[in-house]
C-alpha cells in the first residue's frame, strides 16, 4: 500500500514531461510535410537529420540486446524453457507470414491497381537500378549470422548476429551457476546506462522526424502521390485490416486483451515509427514496455529481435500488392499458379535480405529479377511512393512483432496476466525517464538460489 502511494506522485510527472516531447514529435512532422511541398529541392536536402536521428537509435539496438537475452536466460535455469519460445515464435512467424502473402493475394486480384499504366524507359532504367547487390541469397543470410568475432556482433549492427552472440552468453552463464551472478549483475547495470543513453537520445526524435518527413514529401511530390494513389490507399486498406482484423482477432482469442487497448499503450512508439518510416528506430522501446507489460525477459529477449528479421508481415503484404501492381501496368497479369509461386520465393528471399537498407524496395527488385526478370522494369513505377508504402510496412511490423511477443508469451505461460492488466488500465505506467522498472530487471537476484539447487542436483 505505501509504495503505491509513494509512485503515484512522481509518475504524473515523468509522465508530463515526455508528453511535451511526442506532441513536438507531431508539430515537427506537420513542418516537414509543410517544407517538403513549398520547397522539395530544400527538403531532400534535410535527409541527412532524419538519416542521423535513426542511426542514433539504430547504436542502441545491438547492446539493448544483448543485456535484455542475457539477462533473461541468465535468470532462467532451465535451457529447454528458452528452446521452446525460439521454437514456437519461428513456426508462428512462418504461419503470419503466409497469412499476409494470402491477404495481399486476395486483395491485389481484387484491386488491380497497376491496369493502364505506362511503363517508359525511364522507369525501367529506374526498376533496373533498384536490383540490390547487397542482397544475398539464404544459405549467405544464414552464414553471416556468425559474425567475424564475438566484438564485431556489436559494432556491424547485425541484430541476428548480437542475438546469436547473447544467446551463447546466456546459456554460458546459466552453465556458470552462482559465479555467474557478479556478472550478470553487471550486465545489469550496463542494461540500466544504455536504457538511460536511449531515454536522452529520444529528445532528438523532433528534429529527426521534421528531417525524414520533409525530405519523403520533398522527393516524392504530389504527382508521384496522385498516381499511384489506388496502390497506396489498398496498401494501406490492407495493413488495417491485417492489424485490426487477424492479429486483433488473435490477441482476443488467446490473450483476451483488446487490439486497441494494446496499440494504445504502444501510441508513442507507432508516432516515433510513423515519422522515421523505421521500425527499428522503436525496436529498444518494444522490448523495454514488453518488459513492463509483464511478459518475461527471455520471451522479450528472443521474441522481439528474431521477429524483427522473420515476422515481417507489413513487408509481406507490400511484396504481394506490388508484385500484382507491377505485372498489371507491364501488361503481362500473372496466372493464380505464378502469383503463389514467386510469392513462396519472396518468402524466403525477404529473410536474405532482412536488414538492408530500404529492404522492401530490394528485396522485391531481387526476388523478381531472380524469379521474374521481365517484371524489374516495372519496380521503377513504384519507387516514388515507396518511402510512404514504408510507412505502413515498418507499423504493420511492428504491430505484428507486439501482438507476437504476447502471444507467445501466454502460449509458453511467461506473462504475468494481472500486471498486463494494471498497466493496460494505466495504472502502472511506463517509466519515461529510465525506460526501466524493478519488475524485469530484479529477476537474475530472484532466481539465484533456483539456480543453486538445480546445478547441485546436475
Known amino acids: 500500500m505505501a509504495s503505491t502511494t509513494h509512485t503515484a506522485p512522481t509518475a504524473p510527472a515523468k509522465r508530463d514531461r515526455t508528453h511535451y516531447l511526442y506532441i513536438a514529435v507531431i508539430v515537427a ?3 516537414g510535410i509543410a517544407v517538403g511541398l513549398i520547397a522539395p529541392d530544400f527538403a531532400v536536402e534535410l535527409k541527412p537529420i532524419g538519416t542521423g536521428f535513426v542511426n542514433l537509435i539504430k547504436m542502441m539496438i545491438s547492446p539493448i540486446i544483448f543485456c535484455t537475452i542475457v539477462l533473461g536466460i541468465g535468470s532462467v535455469r532451465k535451457a529447454a524453457k528458452v528452446g521452446a519460445v525460439g521454437g514456437i515464435a519461428l513456426v508462428y512467424f512462418l504461419i503470419m ?23 517508359t524507359d525511364a522507369i525501367k532504367e529506374t526498376g533496373q537500378a533498384q536490383v540490390s547487390p547487397e ?59 544504455v536504457f538511460r543513453i536511449l531515454a536522452m537520445v529520444m529528445w532528438a526524435a523532433p528534429i529527426g522526424a521534421f528531417g525524414a518527413i520533409a525530405a519523403v514529401t520533398g522527393s516524392a ?49 507507432f508516432l516515433l515509427i510513423l515519422s ?36 515481417l508481415d507489413g513487408t509481406m503484404i507490400y511484396m504481394t500488392m506490388a508484385s500484382l501492381f507491377i505485372a498489371d501496368a507491364m501488361g503481362t497479369p500473372m496466372a493464380i499458379g505464378e502469383q503463389v509461386a514467386l510469392l513462396l520465393f519472396l518468402l524466403v528471399a525477404s529473410k536474405g535480405a ?34 510512404f508504402m514504408s510507412e505502413a510496412r515498418a507499423l504493420t511490423n511492428f504491430a505484428g512483432n507486439a501482438v507476437a511477443t504476447v502471444l507467445i508469451g501466454t502460449w509458453t505461460k511467461e506473462i504475468d496476466k494481472a500486471r498486463v ?29 533456483e539456480g543453486e539447487k538445480q546445478l547441485a542436483k546436475a
Not at 507470414?97 to 511503363?119: C, Y
Not at 517509466?431 to 539465484?448: F, K, R, S
Request: glycine share 12%; hydrophobic share 50%.
Open 29 to 31: 512532422v506537420a513542418l
Open 276 to 311: 522515421t518510416s523505421s521500425s527499428e528506430s522503436a525496436l529498444p522501446r518494444l522490448i523495454a514496455k514488453m518488459e513492463h507489460l509483464g511478459v518475461s525477459k527471455p520471451v522479450v529477449g528472443i521474441t522481439v529481435p528474431t521477429g524483427y528479421s522473420f515476422n
Open 421 to 449: 492488466d494494471e498497466v493496460l488500465a494505466g495504472r502502472a505506467p511506463f517509466d519515461e525517464a529510465t525506460l526501466l522498472d524493478d519488475h524485469g530487471v530484479a529477476a537474475p537476484a530472484e532466481a539465484e538460489p
Open 354 to 387: 532482412a536488414g538492408v537498407t530500404g529492404a522492401g524496395l530490394a528485396t522485391l527488385a531481387g526476388g523478381l529479377q531472380s524469379h521474374k526478370p521481365a517484371l524489374v522494369d516495372g519496380v521503377g513505377l513504384i519507387v516514388g511512393i515507396d518511402r
Open 97 to 119: 507470414s503466409l497469412v499476409a502473402l494470402g491477404i495481399g493475394l486476395v486483395v491485389g486480384n481484387i484491386v488491380e491497381p497497376g491496369t493502364g499504366l505506362a511503363v
Open 221 to 269: 511530390g504530389l504527382d508521384a502521390l496522385k498516381s499511384l494513389a489506388v496502390l497506396m490507399i489498398g496498401f494501406y486498406i490492407t495493413c488495417f485490416l491485417f492489424v485490426f482484423i487477424v492479429l486483433g482477432a488473435l490477441l482476443k482469442i488467446v490473450a483476451g486483451l483488446n487490439i486497441f487497448t494494446f496499440l494504445k499503450y504502444l501510441g508513442r512508439e
Open 135 to 193: 542482397a544475398k541469397d539464404t544459405t549467405e543470410f544464414l552464414l553471416g549470422i556468425i559474425p567475424t568475432t564475438i566484438v564485431s556482433a556489436f559494432t556491424g549492427g547485425e541484430v541476428l548476429q548480437t542475438l546469436l552472440v547473447a544467446l551463447l552468453a546466456g546459456f554460458a552463464l546459466q552453465a556458470m551457476g552462482n559465479a555467474g551472478q557478479p556478472i550478470l549483475r553487471g550486465i545489469e547495470h550496463i542494461q540500466r546506462l
